[in-house]
């Protein structure tokens, strides 16, 4: 039987524009899309990032582009604020659905060992569940995957990825299979810019307000924080070329703001050139 090339639907949720977690799942798809020269591109298809779950960016697209493909792998970026709308879209998923492949990565999903197979347990509808930065665990999970034309009967074969758990049937069994921990990205720069590729195209113009990364990492460890906790360690960067190329694109796409997605914005001298970059398209632009 001749293999079939998956759809890939990453669904950024949220009540409404504010709260879509569309840049994390940018992130994902654009690496996952170079990764390895581009040899996942010939057993996927790489969906546009999909908004919804708030009007006017409903569901009915995304219903719609999962009810034609078979069968899907679908991903989702959960946070405090959205994570009980990603629960329930993918129950509504696995049912419409059941040969799916639903992935949660985010800061929502528990972590810590025991909590996120209780996590698995209460919600079976969920494959797999991915700790920390999901790019590279996300690659290497649909390089795994490629080549079945029902890749959810082969997730037994996960457990050489690290940073995850997910649910493995064994029969009428079910097995939580928790993964070595990952390592983080020493160098963020591997990562291609979602903006910059193309990633939020056609919904992305007059954003009320844009998502910027200029580096990831907390080298701090406060206890009303879990950051620190879940880094603590050495803070890394894109470069301010980069960083600056982006604002360019988030002002010309008519943003009305920019939230800034570091932990520490202002820590970094590299952190004074992106502030006047920011004045600077706003002088130009009009925007953020």
Avoid at 103 to 108: A, E, T
Avoid at 246 to 269: K, V, Y
Wanted: with cysteine.
């Amino acid at each position: 039987m001749p293999v079939k090339k998956i759809s890939v639907f990453s669904l950024a949720l949220g009540k409404d524009n504010h709260q879509l977690p569309y840049l994390s799942l940018g992130m994902v798809s654009a690496y996952v899309k170079v990764y390895d020269d581009g040899a996942l591109n010939e057993f996927y298809n790489f969906e546009p990032i999909i908004p919804g779950g708030h009007e006017p960016g409903s569901l009915d697209d995304a219903k719609r582009a999962l009810a034609e493909a078979t069968p899907p792998i679908v991903l989702l970026s959960s946070y405090v604020w959205n994570h009980g709308l990603n629960i329930r879209t993918a129950k509504v998923i696995r049912q419409q659905k059941p040969r799916a492949v639903i992935v949660i990565g985010g800061p929502h999903v528990p972590k810590y060992e025991g909590e996120t197979e209780e996590f698995l347990r209460e919600n079976p509808f969920i494959d797999i569940a991915v700790l920390g930065e999901g790019e590279a665990t996300m690659a290497e999970i649909l390089t795994v995957l490629a080549g079945h034309n029902w890749p959810r009967d082969a997730l037994g074969d996960l457990s050489g990825v690290p940073g995850i758990v997910y649910a493995a049937k064994r029969g009428d069994e079910t097995d939580y299979v928790r993964t070595e921990s990952r390592s983080r990205l020493k160098d963020i720069g591997v990562l291609p810019s979602p903006y910059l590729t193309g990633e939020f195209e056609p919904w992305f113009r007059e954003f009320p307000a844009a998502i910027l990364e200029t580096n990831r990492g907390c080298p701090y460890g406060c206890t009303y924080c879990d950051w620190g906790s879940a880094t603590l360690a050495k803070v890394t960067k894109f470069s301010a070329e980069r960083v600056i190329a982006e604002i360019e694109h988030i002002a010309q796409h008519d943003s009305d703001a920019i939230f800034i997605a570091d932990a520490n914005f202002g820590m970094l001298e590299q952190d004074i050139e992106v502030a006047h970059a920011l004045v600077a398209a706003h002088k130009k632009y009009g925007y953020p």
